[in-house]
C-alpha cells in the first residue's frame, strides 16, 4: 500500500489532539478490530452517549476514523490510511532523531588529537594587578 505521508500542519495538530485522551485511543483500538456503532462503543464507557460522540467526532474531524449511517445507527471504523499516514511521519521524525545520534555517536568515538585538547593562551592567564602596589 503507497501511502502519502505528507499532511499539512493542522492534519498533525488534529491527529496529534485525538491520540492524546485514552477513551479515543481505545476508541480507535476497538475500530481497527471491527466496525461499530456508537451506541455499542458508549455501552463500555463510564460516560454519556453525548461525550462517546464528541470523542468519537474528534477522531473523525482528525482522520482516524470513519463514520457512516446505516438506517438509525452511525457506524464507525478506523481508517487505515489516515494511521498509516501518521505512523509514516512518527517513522519520519524516529528517522531524523536516530541520525542524529549517530552523528554523536560518531563524533564522540573519533580518537582526541592535539588539535582537540585545550591549550593555555597567553592573554587567557590569570593576572594580578600589580601596578599600584
Not at 83 to 91: F, G, H, N, T
Request: hydrophobic share 45%.
Amino acid at each position: 500500500m503507497v501511502v502519502g505521508i505528507e499532511l499539512s500542519d493542522d492534519d498533525i495538530d488534529r491527529v496529534f489532539h485525538a491520540l492524546a485522551a485514552s477513551t479515543r485511543r481505545d476508541i480507535l483500538r476497538r475500530t481497527i478490530e471491527g466496525e461499530l456503532s456508537v451506541s455499542a462503543l458508549a455501552r463500555d464507557y463510564d460516560m454519556s452517549f453525548a461525550a462517546v460522540q464528541k470523542h468519537v467526532a474528534v477522531l473523525e474531524a482528525a482522520g482516524l476514523i470513519i463514520k457512516r449511517a446505516e438506517g438509525r445507527e452511525r457506524l464507525v471504523r478506523a481508517d487505515p490510511t489516515m494511521i498509516a499516514r501518521a505512523r509514516a511521519l512518527l517513522a519520519r521524525y524516529e528517522e531524523l532523531w536516530r541520525s542524529r545520534i549517530d552523528r554523536l555517536d560518531a563524533l564522540l568515538a573519533q580518537p582526541a588529537t592535539a588539535t582537540d585538547t585545550p591549550t593555555d593562551h597567553p592573554d587567557s592567564t590569570d593576572k594580578t594587578d600589580t601596578q599600584g602596589v
